[in-house]
């Protein structure tokens, strides 16, 4: 696509690192403000309570010594005009 686009020296890096630092409950507030599930959230507010739990659940097994400790891939995209 960014060939197509003009771009040339394009170069695509993954980085995957482990983030967090929050403890669980400021990653349980996070978890339910971003991405799809935030914006349904926002969308639906009345929704919120019965998402807790299971988003609570589902973070757990990455709270290690009582903060998130959450793997994450990235990719880092380069490329020249």
């Known amino acids: 696509m960014l060939a197509e686009a003009g771009f040339r020296a394009i170069d695509i890096t993954p980085l995957d690192a482990v983030i967090g630092g929050n403890d669980a409950a400021a990653t349980l507030e996070l978890a339910l403000q ?12 009345e929704f ?23 793997q994450s891939a990235t990719w880092i995209v380069t490329a020249a005009a």
């Open 48 to 70: 919120r309570a019965a998402a807790i739990e299971d988003v609570r659940a589902a973070i757990e097994p990455f709270i290690v010594d009582g903060v998130a400790r959450l």
């Open 34 to 45: 971003i991405g799809p599930l935030g914006r349904l959230l926002r969308e639906h507010p």
